[in-house]
């Protein structure tokens, strides 16, 4: 069956920098993109963008370029999110999910990463 | 941006009620229009994509319907387990865009 099990709780100082990770099984990881999302607390989703898993490519959302950075590890089957200068307002659980082939629909779900950023 | 606005953004139901939730978008989306379901704590589940086709393992009792600009959810005969979150998705365009959620709570 399809999974995708995120790296767990992190709690990070305004400035430092998080990589949170996205383990895919039970599917050819390269056939399917992974996108990312973010859900502040008590808010709503937000699509962050997404990456090709087969090319490589990554497309950002508005709002997400430059402190934010996608990158996989084809061979183990994982996508990374990278924030780095770390502010309060990245305070938020951050999803991976599998794009479905050919559109933009998440169709399966990481668990979740909380990341707490606080002096 | 597409900007997607869902209604009520709250409702109180109980248990065999028959509910439904709208979801508008502020510019024709064709069919290109998704729901997900959360429960408090988790992650979203897609039960619906194309407007109307049910997710695999997703029950019976969920279906959606509606193409360009108005969309709707229909719960047939709530049960305990879907007190929840709805929130609906385009992607039709980039970026994609959520509606609000619409959190559907015991009555």
């Known amino acids: 069956q399809v999974q995708l099990v995120q790296s767990g709780s992190e709690l990070k100082k305004p400035g430092a920098s998080v990589k949170v990770s996205c383990k895919a099984s039970?599917?050819?990881?390269?056939?399917?993109?992974m996108i990312w999302l973010r859900q502040a607390p008590g808010q709503g989703l937000e699509w962050m963008g997404w990456?090709?898993?087969?090319?490589?490519?990554?497309t950002y959302a508005q709002g997400f370029t430059g402190r934010f950075v996608f990158s996989l590890d084809t061979s183990v089957s994982t996508a990374y999110l990278q924030i780095s200068s770390l502010q309060a307002d990245d305070t938020a659980v951050y999803f991976c999910?599998?794009?479905?082939?050919?559109?933009?629909?998440?169709?399966?779900w990481g668990q979740g990463a909380p990341v707490i950023v606080s002096s | 941006d597409i900007q997607m606005t869902q209604s009520p953004s709250s409702l109180s139901a109980s248990v065999g009620d028959r509910v439904t939730i709208t979801c508008r978008a502020s510019?024709?989306?064709?069919?290109?229009l998704n729901w997900y379901q959360q429960k408090p704590g988790k992650a979203p589940n897609l039960l619906i994509y194309?407007?109307?086709s049910l997710q695999s393992g997703v029950p019976s009792r969920f279906s959606g319907s509606g193409s360009g600009t108005d969309f709707t959810l229909t719960i047939s005969s709530l049960q305990p387990e879907d007190f929840a979150t709805y929130y609906c998705q385009q992607s039709y365009r980039s970026p994609l865009t959520f509606g609000q959620g619409t959190n559907l709570e015991i009555k």
């Open positions: 039970g599917y050819t990881f390269t056939d399917y993109g």
């Open positions: 194309a407007a109307s």
């Open positions: 990456i090709n898993t087969d090319t490589r490519n990554p």
């Open positions: 999910a599998r794009k479905r082939q050919g559109v933009y629909v998440a169709d399966y």
């Open positions: 510019q024709s989306i064709s069919s290109n």
